[in-house]
């Protein structure tokens, strides 16, 4: 079950975190998600010979850490924005497809022209949305 | 550490251990020196340079060059209590916490400086580690630490020392492990004779002595050494030699304990801690040789036998294949003799025996091992593991593992492999350590230990080949079971690890060092909390990343408060006041309450309790007011918020405002009605004066008067605040050095509560008491009555703007010349309603009050309200209105105490010349000047008489500016002052009246007028008083008389009409209706008609069936009560309204001239032009009653509009063009009454010829 997701921004800024599992500290997830973010740079930045070959545009970066309870699994978008995932199972679900619909979800919630660009989302649709997608 | 040097320090750990039994005299002879007879070995342990070629089970030999062994005394030789060991463990990291302090590692770092830390962030960790390895030595399952020889100790004069040393092995003195048979008892014993320089017996009878016990002992194993030769007394030797002993020393308990258990009490050389003092260097040089004999010449050869012995044994009995084959179908010797099955086993492994095969081979490994000869030890590991394994001996499997894995490591053997043999070492271990499983509780923390050990290998083994990323996991693993300071310590070299990693990972650190943080935080480590948190600043702020910033300050502050640094706290936790918006209400308050508890600490620090005397306590509140901002400046606390934007300044300069309403009027508005008044400006530089206006722009205000600045206080938090002490900062700058700015200015303070999310705007005041420039530099207040906080104000102008610019607007300046005491006039409008009828005349007073001490004079007023008119002279004041305006009411008054109106006149603002008015300059004469001679002293006051007169229905705007001068010479920039006034009053809607003039169909000098009265107002009853005609422009007067009985009045449909109130006069005019009134108008015949007065003609009305209609039985009484037409401010409000009257015409001509053809404009005189020629004035007088009984209810009873209070009366003015302007032509039957009705219908048809006849 996903108990987290995340959207961060393309200069590691958060701009979105939430949390699904029953009165528990977001702060525990805020440190995961950031942890998180160091597995991400090291795959996104320096072009190395394995990342070029096949697959290598591919935004979804799949599996990226565990910690003693969680998995984290992320998605990177063509403008830098990130989409973290936090899994408390251990079986791994289709995560690609999650993250599709959660890019989807974000797409929508930025369209918004009150939204400022860089600053936190805090649309409640957005938010349902995102409820949507841990609960199914 | 590279692998060379870890290896080296591997090597160093693991040593053979030589184990002391010396006699208590023996011992005595050491303790001279403050030293056991083992520590003063222990500094020549360390053996270099040997060369000593070693065989064991190869054909080739290798040689070793270095060597280490350990001297114990035998009752050290034991495991320490895993309490006892855990707090030496302890006592470790709280040393270094403060080592740390002292160096300045717990300081806020960049990141820059974290990545680029060259020295060992952690220094002390080595330290504990090698603590926490000895910790664990002695186990029972590990050979490693059994005693390979034993140095027996017994002085020289000893009476018989070969008996003494037969008797001395015994199981009292034997460690432990020996006496529980996990160690072999036989070991290599070497006799020591120990002879001391300063007894009395002489060093010949000691080797006499030693000759006697080699024979008996064999010459190999005896030795003499003599000790404490050093002669002349302590202190005269020429150089000092420096410590060898220094960390080398056992610890005080150990040393308690073996000194103990020879019945030794602590002696005094012991707590001196002289160590070697009765050592010279001859001594040295024996104690070294004694050592390094005993290790090459006795100790390596035994112990390359042993091995030899040994693996014989194991190769008689494991190899082979005839071994091999018996183990191989399951052959084993019987089970371990005492290892009881079940749950005992498995945790502790059973219990093996030294004469055990497994232990034999176990020694056997062991001891090549410490030898160095890794591949023998690696080959018996292997046998020794599948052993174990069978027997599920787990602990044993997992040491074996665990030197397996070392050896690999010593060997350069294949890492996966050693990977492998640590990490089931680990599991192996923790599966002993949690018998519910893994992860379970109960943890047994000695066992844990152990497993902790093994990661601890495998992670600096990482280290050692730079693979930082793999060495985290090792340690990670270990602190999940780990108690939490041990958990701390290895979560803190994780994290150091991932720092060390390529490419860094720095997130990782940062998260890991808030794991130790949090886990040194729960074992009290507070320094260590502290530095850990400060460490990974750097990596989580101002990032965003808000919760984990807070997270951290948070923490930060509690635990530096806990250590005593107040100050350092609060700095810490004022980060949480301005970023915690995004909490819970709760929280918050937590976070405020928190704050305000270290703030409030800190003021009362050092502040004795119980009581003081005031002058002591007064200075302990000035030193912790003083600690307070030192530690916290007032600028830096985020609460309340200041909103500097909405900063508004309200003074007095040469303007005043009488109202708050009056200063929402617009600045162009009010010039507009003071231009009449005020002194032509001079005109203000300009673009050509050049530098000039880069000059500071300031506001003018006056000594002694109030300034008032607006300011926005804002709350975000989700919890409500008290600010207290609300004050402006401000400096004056003609203060001398030393005087106290409260002489100079006088500041209020003020409190408020500010409720959560809640902004208030809060008049701050201030007084300035001397001239010279004040400058309102900030405001201050004290939050909660702990936490003074201050904002300061801008003073540059903002961005772009120059200095001095009109950017600044005054209400934004807020530097002030002050200038010297001057009059100010504070005004009201006493009486003034807030509803009137239109129409209505009301008499208010003015109020003027002189509120300083300079007098003032040269008063004026000024207003653009044509229905404000400022009162001729104070006698005006005398009477109630309406009765004031009556005939007779007005007393004569000497001209020189009654004021003038003036015409605006507008000047030019450069020449200061008149220029004609423009037209939409104000029609009527706008200036009141008081009574020359007019002077209101300091703190006198003036009533004057003011009358309104409202216009058309709505809203009635009054604006009023009262200007005076200052008594005397003014030596200021200030020459005058205004004072602006103004007011809003609803007007209602009360009666309409039209007047239709017609010739009256029998007489030429008579006509008819026709009043038609229309009552506007739903609710109201008015009364018709009066109707006058006034004096034409041509001095014509007509007069008026009733034409008929009061009985044509018409009433609306279905009403009742009214009866009239006893004593009051007056035609009523019920709610809604309307009326008509017919009188005559005759022209001439002066003075003929009753109520005629020197302006107008007047008549009085009667209610209908009053019995008293009519001028002609107008009495005294009925005169008196007719309103005076010459009263001033009728005929001021009369010729108002004319003079709006005839502007509204000529409006009306302009648009209709716009329309117009221009050949028919031609055709004849002008509209305006026969306006003017003669036009009939008529007046119409309202009244409404004395109360509410007056104001008749409209049927519906509905009383929302009507007036209750004073009577009220109205005046309504109507124009009719005369008949004489109308018609040119006119026929005049003279007949019989009859022929009247003809005669009327050429009146009548009269203007249609005219027409006609134009047309032509």
Same mark, same amino acid.
Request: hydrophobic share 40%; glycine share 6%.
């Given at each position: 079950?996903?108990?987290?997701?995340?959207?961060?921004?393309?200069? $590691?800024?958060?701009?979105?975190?939430?949390?699904?599992?029953?009165?528990?500290?977001?702060?525990?997830?805020?440190?995961?998600?950031?942890?998180?973010?160091?597995?991400?740079?090291?795959?996104?930045?320096?072009?190395?010979?394995?990342?070029?070959?096949?697959?290598?545009?591919?935004?979804?970066?799949?599996?990226? $850490?565990?910690?003693?309870?969680?998995?984290? $699994?992320?998605?990177?978008?063509?403008?830098?924005?990130?989409?973290?995932?936090?899994?408390?199972?251990?079986?791994?679900?289709?995560?690609?497809?999650?993250?599709?619909?959660?890019?989807?979800?974000?797409?929508?919630?930025?369209?918004?022209?009150?939204?400022?660009?860089?600053?936190?989302?805090?649309?409640?649709?957005?938010?349902?949305?995102?409820?949507?997608?841990?609960?199914? | 550490?590279?692998?060379?040097?870890?290896?080296?320090?591997?090597?160093?750990?693991?040593? +053979?251990?030589?184990?002391?039994?010396?006699?208590?005299?023996?011992?005595?002879?050491?303790?001279?020196?403050?030293?056991?007879?083992?520590?003063?070995?222990?500094?020549?342990?360390?053996?270099?340079?040997?060369?000593?070629?070693?065989?064991?089970?190869?054909?080739?030999?290798?040689?070793?060059?270095?060597?280490?062994?350990?001297?114990?005394?035998?009752?050290?030789?034991?495991?320490?209590?895993?309490?006892?060991?855990?707090?030496?463990?302890?006592? =470790?990291?709280?040393?270094?916490? @403060?080592?740390?302090?002292?160096?300045?590692?717990?300081?806020?770092?960049?990141?820059?400086?974290?990545?680029?830390?060259?020295?060992?962030?952690?220094?002390?960790?080595?330290?504990?580690?090698?603590?926490?390895?000895?910790?664990?030595?002695?186990?029972?399952?590990?050979?490693?630490?059994?005693?390979?020889?034993?140095?027996?100790?017994?002085?020289?004069?000893?009476?018989?020392?070969?008996?003494?040393?037969?008797?001395?092995?015994?199981?009292?003195?034997?460690?432990?492990? =020996?006496?529980?048979?996990?160690?072999?008892?036989?070991?290599?014993?070497?006799?020591?004779?120990?002879?001391?320089?300063?007894?009395?017996?002489?060093?010949?009878?000691?080797?006499?002595?030693?000759?006697?016990?080699?024979?008996?002992?064999?010459?190999?194993?005896?030795?003499?050494?003599?000790?404490?030769?050093?002669?002349?007394?302590?202190?005269?030797?020429?150089?000092?030699?420096?410590?060898?002993?220094?960390?080398?020393?056992?610890?005080?308990?150990?040393?308690?304990?073996?000194?103990? &258990?020879?019945?030794?009490?602590?002696?005094?050389?012991?707590?001196?801690? *002289?160590?070697?003092?009765?050592?010279?260097?001859?001594?040295?040089?024996?104690?070294?040789?004694?050592?390094?004999?005993?290790?090459?010449?006795?100790?390596?050869?035994?112990?390359?036998?042993?091995?030899?012995?040994?693996?014989?044994?194991?190769?008689?009995?494991?190899?082979?294949?005839?071994?091999?084959?018996?183990?191989?179908?399951?052959?084993? *010797?019987?089970?371990?003799?005492? !290892?009881?099955?079940?749950?005992?086993?498995?945790?502790?492994?059973? &219990?093996?025996?030294?004469?055990?095969?497994?232990?034999?081979?176990?020694?056997?490994?062991?001891?090549?091992?410490?030898?160095?000869?890794?591949?023998?030890?690696?080959?018996?590991? /292997?046998?020794?593991?599948?052993?174990?394994?069978?027997?599920?001996?787990?602990?044993?499997?997992?040491?074996?593992?665990?030197?397996?894995?070392?050896?690999?490591?010593?060997?350069?053997?294949?890492?996966?492999?050693?990977?492998?043999?640590?990490?089931?070492?680990? #599991?192996?271990?923790?599966?002993?350590?949690?018998?519910?499983?893994?992860? #379970?509780?109960?943890?047994?923390?000695?066992?844990?230990?152990?497993?902790?050990?093994?990661?601890?290998?495998?992670?600096?083994?990482?280290?050692?080949?730079?693979?930082?990323?793999?060495?985290?996991?090792?340690?990670?693993?270990?602190?999940?079971?780990?108690?939490?300071?041990?958990?701390?310590?290895?979560?803190?070299?994780?994290?150091?690890?991932?720092?060390?990693?390529?490419?860094?990972?720095?997130?990782?650190?940062?998260?890991?060092?808030?794991?130790?943080? #949090?886990?040194?935080?729960?074992?009290?480590? /507070?320094?260590?909390?502290?530095?850990?948190?400060?460490?990974?600043?750097?990596?989580?702020?101002?990032?965003?990343?808000?919760?984990?910033?807070?997270?951290?300050?948070?923490?930060?502050?509690?635990?530096?408060?806990?250590?005593?640094?107040?100050?350092?706290?609060?700095?810490?936790?004022?980060?949480?006041?301005?970023?915690?918006?995004?909490?819970?209400?709760?929280?918050?308050?937590?976070?405020?309450?928190?704050?305000?508890?270290?703030?409030?600490?800190?003021?009362?620090?050092? %502040?004795?309790?119980?009581?003081?005397?005031?002058?002591?306590?007064?200075?302990?509140?000035?030193?912790?007011?003083?600690?307070?901002?030192?530690?916290?400046?007032?600028?830096?606390?985020?609460?309340?918020?200041?909103?500097?934007?909405?900063?508004?300044?309200?003074?007095?300069?040469?303007?005043?405002?009488?109202? +708050?309403?009056?200063?929402?009027?617009?600045?162009?508005?009010?010039?507009?009605?003071?231009?009449?008044?005020?002194?032509?400006?001079?005109?203000?530089?300009?673009?050509?004066?050049?530098?000039?206006?880069?000059?500071?722009?300031?506001?003018?205000?006056?000594?002694?008067?109030?300034?008032?600045?607006?300011?926005?206080?804002?709350?975000?938090?989700?919890?409500? =605040?008290?600010?207290?002490?609300?004050?402006?900062?401000?400096?004056?700058?003609?203060?001398?050095?030393?005087?106290?700015?409260?002489?100079?200015?006088?500041?209020? @303070?003020?409190?408020?509560?500010?409720?959560?999310?809640?902004?208030?705007?809060?008049?701050?005041?201030?007084?300035?008491?001397?001239?010279?420039?004040?400058?309102?530099?900030?405001?201050?207040?004290?939050?909660?009555?702990?936490?003074?906080?201050?904002?300061?104000?801008?003073?540059?102008?903002?961005?772009?703007?120059?200095?001095?610019?009109?950017?600044?607007?005054?209400?934004?300046?807020?530097?002030?010349?002050?200038?010297?005491?001057?009059?100010?006039?504070?005004?009201?409008?006493?009486?003034?309603?807030?509803?009137?009828?239109?129409?209505?005349?009301?008499?208010?007073?003015?109020?003027?009050?002189?509120?300083?001490?300079?007098?003032?004079?040269?008063?004026?007023?000024?207003?653009?309200?044509?229905?404000?008119?400022?009162?001729?002279?104070?006698?005006?004041?005398?009477?109630?209105?309406?009765?004031?305006?009556?005939?007779?009411?007005?007393?004569?008054?000497?001209?020189?105490?009654?004021?003038?109106?003036?015409?605006?006149?507008?000047?030019?603002?450069?020449?200061?010349?008149?220029?004609?008015?423009?037209?939409?300059?104000?029609?009527?004469?706008?200036?009141?000047?008081?009574?020359?001679?007019?002077?209101?002293?300091?703190?006198?006051?003036?009533?004057?008489?003011?009358?309104?007169?409202?216009?058309?229905?709505?809203?009635?705007?009054?604006?009023?500016?009262?200007?005076?001068?200052?008594?005397?010479?003014?030596?200021?920039?200030?020459?005058?002052?205004?004072?602006?006034?103004?007011?809003? =009053?609803?007007?209602?809607?009360?009666?309409?009246?039209?007047?239709?003039?017609?010739?009256?169909?029998?007489?030429?000098?008579?006509?008819?007028?026709?009043?038609?009265?229309?009552?506007?107002?739903?609710? #109201?009853?008015?009364?018709?008083?009066?109707?006058?005609?006034? /004096?034409?422009? %041509?001095?014509?007067?007509?007069?008026?008389?009733?034409?008929?009985?009061?009985?044509?009045?018409?009433?609306?449909?279905?009403?009742?009409?009214?009866?009239?109130?006893?004593?009051?006069?007056?035609?009523?005019?019920?709610?809604?209706?309307?009326?008509?009134?017919?009188?005559?108008?005759?022209?001439?015949?002066?003075?003929?008609?009753?109520?005629?007065?020197?302006?107008?003609?007047?008549?009085?009305?009667?209610?209908? !069936?009053?019995?008293?209609?009519?001028?002609?039985?107008?009495?005294?009484?009925?005169?008196?009560?007719?309103?005076?037409?010459?009263?001033?401010?009728?005929?001021?409000?009369?010729?108002?309204?004319?003079?709006?009257?005839?502007?509204?015409?000529?409006?009306?001509?302009?648009?209709?001239?716009?329309?117009?053809?221009?050949?028919?404009?031609?055709?004849?005189?002008?509209?305006?032009?026969?306006?003017?020629?003669?036009?009939?004035?008529?007046?119409?007088?309202?009244?409404?009653?004395?109360?509410?009984?007056?104001?008749?209810?409209?049927?519906?009873?509905?009383?929302?509009?009507?007036?209750?209070?004073?009577?009220?009366?109205?005046?309504?003015?109507?124009?009719?063009?005369?008949?004489?302007?109308?018609?040119?032509?006119?026929?005049?039957?003279?007949?019989?009454?009859?022929?009247?009705?003809?005669?009327?219908?050429?009146?009548?048809?009269?203007?249609?010829?005219?027409?006609?006849?134009?047309?032509?």
């Amino acid at each position: 079950m996903i108990v987290c997701a995340a959207v961060v921004g393309p200069s $590691y800024n958060p701009l979105h975190l939430q949390t699904f599992a029953l009165d528990d500290d977001p702060l525990k997830y805020h440190y995961i998600v950031h942890c998180a973010l160091d597995v991400i740079d090291e795959r996104l930045s320096p072009p190395s010979p394995r990342s070029r070959g096949a697959g290598g545009n591919d935004p979804c970066l799949g599996y990226l $850490y565990s910690t003693e309870d969680f998995k984290v $699994y992320g998605y990177v978008s063509n403008t830098h924005v990130k989409f973290l995932l936090v899994l408390d199972d251990p079986e791994t679900k289709d995560v690609r497809e999650l993250f599709h619909r959660f890019h989807s979800a974000y797409i929508d919630a930025v369209s918004n022209p009150f939204q400022l660009p860089g600053h936190s989302i805090t649309s409640r649709s957005f938010e349902a949305r995102l409820r949507a997608l841990a609960s199914s | 550490m590279r692998p060379p040097e870890l290896k080296n320090w591997l090597r160093g750990i693991y040593t +053979p251990v030589v184990q002391v039994i010396p006699t208590t005299d023996a011992e005595a002879i050491c303790l001279k020196n403050g030293l056991t007879f083992a520590e003063t070995l222990r500094p020549f342990c360390n053996l270099r340079n040997l060369n000593v070629p070693i065989r064991t089970a190869g054909e080739h030999a290798y040689r070793l060059q270095d060597f280490k062994i350990r001297i114990l005394n035998a009752k050290n030789i034991e495991q320490h209590a895993v309490e006892v060991a855990e707090e030496q463990l302890t006592q =470790i990291v709280s040393q270094a916490a @403060e080592v740390a302090t002292d160096e300045g590692w717990s300081k806020e770092k960049q990141i820059g400086e974290l990545l680029n830390m060259r020295r060992d962030p952690t220094p002390w960790f080595t330290k504990y580690q090698s603590e926490f390895l000895n910790a664990l030595t002695f186990s029972d399952h590990e050979a490693f630490d059994h005693p390979v020889a034993c140095l027996l100790v017994v002085p020289s004069t000893d009476p018989d020392p070969v008996k003494t040393f037969l008797d001395l092995y015994s199981t009292h003195n034997v460690p432990t492990l =020996i006496r529980e048979g996990i160690a072999d008892p036989q070991l290599l014993k070497h006799y020591v004779l120990l002879h001391d320089m300063q007894s009395d017996v002489t060093l010949e009878r000691a080797e006499q002595v030693f000759i006697e016990m080699k024979s008996t002992l064999g010459a190999g194993s005896c030795q003499l050494v003599a000790i404490n030769s050093r002669k002349e007394p302590e202190g005269d030797s020429e150089h000092v030699r420096p410590d060898l002993w220094g960390d080398l020393c056992d610890p005080a308990w150990q040393r308690a304990a073996h000194l103990s &258990h020879l019945g030794i009490d602590s002696p005094e050389e012991l707590r001196m801690g *002289k160590n070697g003092a009765q050592l010279t260097e001859d001594d040295l040089v024996t104690l070294d040789s004694l050592v390094k004999d005993f290790t090459i010449k006795v100790m390596l050869p035994y112990m390359e036998n042993r091995v030899v012995s040994l693996n014989q044994q194991v190769t008689d009995t494991r190899k082979g294949l005839k071994n091999q084959l018996k183990s191989f179908w399951g052959y084993r *010797k019987e089970k371990p003799k005492s !290892g009881p099955e079940g749950q005992d086993a498995l945790a502790g492994g059973g &219990h093996y025996a030294y004469n055990s095969p497994e232990s034999q081979l176990r020694i056997l490994a062991d001891l090549a091992f410490l030898l160095r000869d890794y591949e023998l030890a690696l080959s018996h590991y /292997r046998l020794l593991a599948a052993d174990y394994k069978a027997d599920k001996a787990w602990k044993r499997f997992a040491g074996v593992q665990e030197a397996m894995g070392l050896t690999l490591f010593m060997t350069d053997g294949a890492r996966r492999e050693m990977e492998i043999c640590f990490d089931s070492a680990f #599991q192996s271990y923790s599966r002993c350590a949690s018998p519910n499983g893994v992860g #379970q509780s109960p943890v047994d923390m000695g066992m844990a230990r152990y497993s902790t050990r093994s990661m601890l290998f495998l992670s600096s083994i990482f280290r050692s080949h730079g693979m930082f990323r793999d060495a985290t996991l090792p340690l990670m693993r270990a602190s999940y079971q780990e108690s939490p300071l041990r958990a701390a310590l290895l979560l803190e070299q994780s994290a150091y690890c991932y720092l060390h990693s390529q490419p860094q990972l720095l997130r990782k650190f940062g998260f890991h060092m808030v794991l130790a943080g #949090q886990r040194y935080n729960s074992c009290h480590q /507070r320094w260590h909390a502290i530095r850990a948190y400060t460490t990974v600043l750097g990596v989580y702020c101002s990032k965003g990343w808000a919760y984990i910033e807070e997270h951290l300050h948070f923490a930060l502050g509690r635990q530096v408060s806990f250590i005593g640094d107040l100050a350092g706290s609060v700095q810490y936790l004022v980060k949480l006041l301005g970023a915690c918006s995004h909490q819970p209400a709760a929280l918050q308050a937590t976070y405020l309450r928190e704050f305000l508890y270290v703030m409030q600490c800190l003021s009362e620090q050092g %502040r004795p309790g119980g009581d003081m005397d005031p002058a002591a306590a007064a200075a302990a509140a000035a030193a912790g007011a003083a600690a307070v901002a030192a530690a916290l400046p007032a600028e830096d606390l985020p609460l309340p918020e200041v909103n500097l934007e909405r900063i508004h300044v309200h003074f007095h300069d040469h303007r005043s405002y009488a109202s +708050p309403s009056a200063v929402q009027v617009g600045e162009e508005v009010w010039s507009q009605v003071e231009a009449p008044v005020v002194p032509v400006a001079q005109a203000g530089p300009t673009w050509m004066d050049g530098n000039k206006a880069t000059k500071e722009v300031t506001n003018t205000c006056v000594a002694g008067e109030e300034i008032g600045v607006d300011v926005e206080l804002c709350n975000r938090l989700q919890v409500q =605040i008290e600010v207290s002490q609300v004050r402006l900062l401000c400096a004056h700058e003609g203060r001398a050095e030393g005087e106290p700015i409260s002489d100079y200015v006088e500041v209020q @303070e003020e409190a408020i509560s500010l409720k959560p999310g809640e902004s208030s705007l809060l008049r701050l005041r201030l007084r300035p008491l001397r001239e010279g420039v004040l400058r309102i530099q900030a405001v201050q207040w004290v939050l909660c009555s702990v936490a003074p906080g201050c904002k300061r104000f801008r003073q540059d102008p903002p961005e772009g703007a120059r200095p001095g610019d009109r950017a600044t607007p005054p209400h934004k300046r807020l530097v002030f010349t002050v200038v010297p005491p001057l009059p100010r006039v504070e005004a009201k409008l006493e009486g003034l309603p807030s509803v009137m009828f239109e129409g209505e005349i009301h008499r208010c007073i003015l109020e003027l009050s002189n509120v300083a001490r300079p007098a003032l004079q040269n008063i004026k007023l000024s207003t653009t309200s044509p229905g404000l008119l400022c009162g001729h002279c104070p006698q005006e004041l005398k009477g109630a209105p309406p009765g004031c305006l009556e005939v007779g009411a007005q007393e004569e008054v000497p001209p020189e105490s009654c004021g003038s109106l003036e015409r605006a006149v507008v000047r030019d603002p450069y020449t200061g010349e008149i220029v004609p008015a423009a037209p939409t300059s104000v029609p009527f004469d706008s200036v009141f000047v008081f009574p020359p001679g007019t002077v209101l002293e300091g703190e006198a006051q003036l009533r004057w008489p003011v009358w309104i007169r409202s216009g058309a229905a709505g809203l009635l705007a009054l604006n009023l500016v009262v200007y005076y001068e200052p008594q005397g010479a003014c030596p200021g920039p200030i020459k005058y002052r205004v004072l602006r006034m103004g007011a809003q =009053i609803q007007v209602n809607p009360s009666v309409r009246a039209e007047a239709q003039l017609s010739p009256c169909r029998g007489d030429l000098q008579r006509h008819l007028l026709n009043v038609h009265l229309q009552s506007l107002h739903p609710s #109201q009853q008015f009364r018709v008083r009066q109707l006058s005609c006034l /004096r034409s422009t %041509r001095q014509e007067l007509w007069q008026l008389a009733p034409l008929s009985s009061p009985d044509t009045l018409e009433l609306a449909p279905g009403e009742q009409k009214p009866t009239p109130p006893g004593g009051a006069c007056g035609v009523p005019l019920t709610p809604s209706s309307q009326s008509r009134l017919l009188f005559h108008l005759t022209k001439g015949r002066e003075g003929a008609a009753a109520g005629a007065s020197g302006a107008a003609s007047s008549l009085h009305l009667e209610p209908a !069936g009053s019995g008293r209609g009519g001028a002609e039985d107008a009495d005294e009484e009925a005169a008196a009560a007719m309103v005076d037409m010459d009263h001033w401010a009728v005929v001021q409000f009369l010729r108002r309204a004319k003079a709006q009257h005839l502007a509204d015409q000529a409006a009306k001509q302009r648009s209709n001239s716009l329309t117009r053809r221009p050949s028919i404009q031609a055709a004849g005189p002008s509209q305006e032009e026969r306006a003017d020629r003669e036009q009939v004035e008529l007046v119409l007088v309202w009244e409404v009653g004395a109360d509410g009984s007056a104001g008749v209810a409209s049927p519906g009873g509905e009383r929302a509009l009507s007036v209750a209070g004073p009577a009220r009366m109205g005046v309504h003015f109507m124009h009719s063009n005369s008949l004489n302007a109308e018609a040119p032509l006119r026929c005049v039957l003279e007949g019989p009454s009859p022929h009247r009705c003809a005669a009327a219908c050429w009146e009548a048809r009269a203007p249609t010829l005219r027409l006609r006849a134009r047309g032509l």
